[in-house]
């Protein structure tokens, strides 16, 4: 019985997969498309599937004001003919540079509300605020949570491990799959794939670039839980861990040891990485080859490069 709900056809999939010097394979989820490059794309094409299934008019999501996710929607959205709202979270001084994914989606139109830290951690209480407010003004909102990341969103990266066993077709399965993880969708998603497909010894590795292992084992067990309430399904977490210590000060700012690798790696195999997610994440990969938890002469390791080519421009005095 097919389970997988309908979706829009908004990227450029499959993905290709690069082959590094190092013996690591790098899934290129950079290259899913320009203005909606990265992996929140995947997710997107589920759930805004269902905000038009919906008769909605506008989207409403959060995240940071440097955010891939929002980036992404409200470019998506504008492509379906929807409006979009976007609670970011920004201090004074960041809400001034105009930059990066900020500045797409400006330039797309999307309706933008800074809020401050405090209000963050209610971001799901002021979406809800939000959408009775624009209820009452006639629209049809359709909320989107941080990330993409809940149970009709894991099916983008479930979709994701089906795309990499045929590309992996003849060939023998990888059995370390790597990804940073910020709101927890990617994984989940990725565990949902090994659970329908049946798939053996392949653990997927999260990298948090913000919070810690616990508070992201947690939060997959919740997401897993409800896509088995929803779509009656058995799918468990056995599969993935996480890995903490590679966050440096925090979520989004720049880590010495995650900016020298995202150097290398741009001069080794021209492929570029940010310094909020993917560049923490390689980061976390090649220390576990040093210390020799993984080994790409034993182990088949693939690396998720998850997008964020706008975040770089921003920050781009830092790179130099």
């Not at 797309?108 to 809020?115: N, P, R």
């Not at 990266?157 to 992996?168: A, D, M, T, V």
């Not at 001069?267 to 020799?292: F, M, P, R």
Request: aromatic share 8%; glycine share 10%.
């Amino acid at each position: 019985m097919n389970l997988k709900p309908e979706k829009l056809s908004l990227a450029t999939f499959p993905t290709p997969i690069h082959h590094c010097s190092n013996g690591v394979d790098i899934k290129l989820d950079s290259m899913s498309g320009c203005e909606m490059s990265g992996n929140k794309i995947r997710k997107l094409e589920f759930l805004l599937q269902d905000a038009l299934n919906k008769k909605s008019t506008i989207i409403l999501t959060t995240g940071g004001s440097g955010s891939n996710h929002c980036r992404a929607t409200a470019v998506a959205a504008k492509r379906l003919g929807l409006k979009s709202l976007l609670l970011l979270r920004s201090t004074e001084s960041e809400s001034k540079k105009i930059d990066g994914n900020l500045f797409i989606s400006t330039l797309v139109g999307a309706k933008i509300e800074f809020i401050t830290r405090k209000e963050y951690q209610i971001r799901n209480e002021l979406l809800a605020k939000r959408a009775k407010e624009l209820e009452q003004e006639g629209e049809v909102p359709y909320i989107i949570p941080e990330g993409g990341s809940n149970a009709l969103g894991s099916w983008g990266y479930s979709s994701c491990f089906e795309e990499i066993l045929k590309q992996r077709e003849n060939l023998q399965m990888y059995n370390k799959i790597i990804v940073p993880t910020g709101s927890v969708g990617t994984v989940a998603g990725l565990v949902v794939g090994v659970n329908l497909s049946g798939t053996k010894n392949c653990e997927i590795i999260g990298v948090p670039v913000c919070d810690n292992s616990e508070y992201f084992s947690k939060r997959l067990e919740n997401v897993i839980q409800d896509f088995n309430q929803l779509y009656g399904t058995e799918v468990n977490t056995k599969c993935a861990r996480f890995v903490d210590g590679y966050i440096g000060e925090g979520y989004s700012v720049p880590y010495q040891p995650a900016m020298e690798q995202i150097k290398i790696l741009a001069q080794t195999e021209g492929i570029i990485l940010d310094h909020c997610y993917t560049g923490k994440a390689w980061n976390a990969l090649v220390s576990l080859i040093e210390k020799g938890e993984l080994d790409p002469q034993s182990d088949k390791i693939l690396f998720i490069h998850t997008g964020g080519i706008f975040s770089v421009f921003p920050y781009k005095d830092l790179y130099l």
